[in-house]
C-alpha cells in the first residue's frame, strides 16, 4: 500500500493533532463575566461592578457604554479600574429611553484599545415612569458615532454560559457529524448487499455501523460532559437529549439482530433491511422532532445554533478540519474492522471446508 493509498488517513492525523493542539491552546477573546447590579430606574445615576474573563483593564483606554436597540446609546460619564478583570462604571440614564414601553432590556458595552470590544447582551434592565419617545431618541442618540475596537482576530469567542467549554464544540459536534456520515455510508452498502448479495458490502455495512455507534457513545459522553458545565446537570429530559439516546438504542438493537441468527446470508439480509430503516427512523428522531417542540440544545425548539456571531472565523479554521479528521479517523476504524471481518470469515470457511 503505497502513501498515495493512503493520503486521506495520512489528513485525518494531521487534522486531529492540529484540532488538538489549536484548539487546546489558543485563548478566549476578552469578555464580560458579570455586571451587577442590573435593574436600574430612568433618570439616575447608576454605578455597575463589572467582572471580566481574560482581560487587561489597566493597560488599555477604556470607554463604556449602555444599548438600545441597533442605534441608540449613552457613554459612560466615568470608569474606575480596580484591576486587570474588575471596573465600576458610571452612567448617567436620561429619564426617558426610545421605547414605547416602560420597561426594557438594555445591552452593555466596554470597548478598550488593549483588550477589543466585549459586549454582554440584553442584560441591563431600566424602568421609566413615563414614556416620551422623542425625548428618548434626543437623549440616546449620540452626535458622532463611536468607533469599537476589534483585536484578537484569531481567538476563540467568548460567550456566556459557554465560557472555555466552547471549545467542546470541535469534538461533540464533529462526532456526531461523523457518526451520521458513517451510517449513511453503510446504508449504501447495505443497499449494495440487498442488490448483489456479495457478502464484502455486508461485512463494510457492518464495519461502518459499528464504528458509527462508537462515535454515537463519544457524542452522548462529550454531550453530557458540556451539560455538566453549561446547564448544571449531567442529563436532562431535553427533546434532543432523548432522542439521541433512543437513536443509539435503535442501533444497539441492530447489534443483537444480528447475534441472535446464526445462518449467514438470512443474517446480512435482514440486518441489511434493518439498517436502512433504523436510518431512514433516526433522521428524524435526531433533525425533526426536537425542532416541534421546546429545547435547551443549540438548534432546535426556537433556541438558535451556532451563528455566523458565533461561530466565528476563528471557531471555523478549527471546526471545520476537526469534522474532516474524525470522519477521516471514522473511516479508517471501519475498514480494520472490516479487514479484520474479511480474516474471520476466511478462517471461518476454511474450517468449514476442512
Known amino acids: 500500500m503505497t502513501v498515495y493509498h493512503n493520503w486521506w488517513k495520512i489528513l485525518g492525523v494531521v487534522f486531529i493533532i492540529y484540532v488538538l493542539v489549536r484548539g487546546i491552546l489558543t485563548p478566549l477573546k ?13 433618570g439616575n445615576e447608576i454605578n455597575i461592578h463589572v467582572e471580566g474573563y481574560n482581560t487587561f483593564y489597566t493597560k488599555g483606554n477604556l470607554l463604556a457604554y449602555i444599548k438600545h436597540s441597533d442605534q441608540f446609546l449613552i457613554p459612560s460619564s466615568k470608569i474606575n479600574v480596580t484591576s486587570d478583570n474588575s471596573l465600576n462604571v458610571i452612567f ?19 470597548t478598550s484599545d488593549h483588550d477589543g470590544t466585549t459586549v454582554l447582551p440584553s442584560r441591563i434592565i431600566i424602568h421609566q415612569d413615563s414614556i416620551d419617545y422623542q425625548a428618548g431618541v434626543l437623549s440616546w442618540t449620540l452626535a458622532q458615532k463611536p468607533v469599537f475596537s476589534n483585536l484578537h482576530k484569531y481567538w476563540f469567542p467568548y460567550r456566556n454560559i459557554l465560557h472555555e467549554t466552547i471549545r467542546n464544540t470541535f469534538f461533540h459536534v464533529s462526532l456526531w457529524f461523523t457518526m451520521f456520515w458513517l451510517l449513511f455510508m453503510s446504508v449504501y452498502f447495505s443497499f449494495k448487499y440487498l442488490k448483489t448479495n456479495v457478502k464484502d458490502y455486508d461485512l463494510k455495512a457492518f464495519a461502518l455501523v459499528r ?20 446547564w448544571g446537570t449531567w442529563w436532562t429530559k431535553d ?10 438504542l435503535i442501533y444497539f438493537a441492530y447489534l443483537i439482530l444480528r447475534a441472535s441468527i446464526d445462518d449467514e446470508d438470512r443474517k446480512a439480509r435482514i440486518s441489511g433491511a434493518y439498517n436502512i430503516f433504523a436510518l431512514v427512523a433516526v ?25 455566523a456571531e458565533d461561530m466565528d472565523n476563528a471557531l471555523r479554521l478549527v471546526f471545520y478540519p476537526s ?28 474450517d468449514n471446508n476442512s
Not at 458509527?212 to 453549561?230: D, S
Not at 470522519?327 to 476454511?350: H, N, P, T, V
Open 323 to 350: 469534522v474532516i479528521g474524525f470522519i477521516c479517523l471514522g473511516c479508517w476504524m471501519a475498514s480494520l474492522l472490516y479487514r479484520l471481518d474479511r480474516i474471520q470469515l476466511k478462517f471461518d470457511e476454511k
Open 211 to 230: 464504528t458509527a455507534i462508537f462515535f454515537g457513545v463519544l457524542g452522548c459522553l462529550t454531550g453530557a460532559l458540556w451539560a455538566r458545565y453549561t
Open 283 to 307: 433522521v428524524p428522531l435526531i433533525f425533526v422532532l426536537p425542532r416541534l417542540t421546546d429545547s435547551l440544545h443549540p438548534g432546535n425548539g426556537g433556541n438558535p445554533a451556532f451563528g
Open 30 to 42: 476578552p469578555g464580560i463575566f458579570e455586571i451587577s447590579p442590573s435593574r436600574f430606574e430612568s
Open 239 to 248: 427533546i434532543k437529549l432523548n432522542m439521541a439516546a433512543i437513536s443509539l
Open 92 to 110: 448617567n440614564i436620561p429619564k426617558y429611553f426610545p421605547d414605547s414601553n416602560k420597561l426594557a432590556q438594555f445591552t452593555f458595552i466596554l
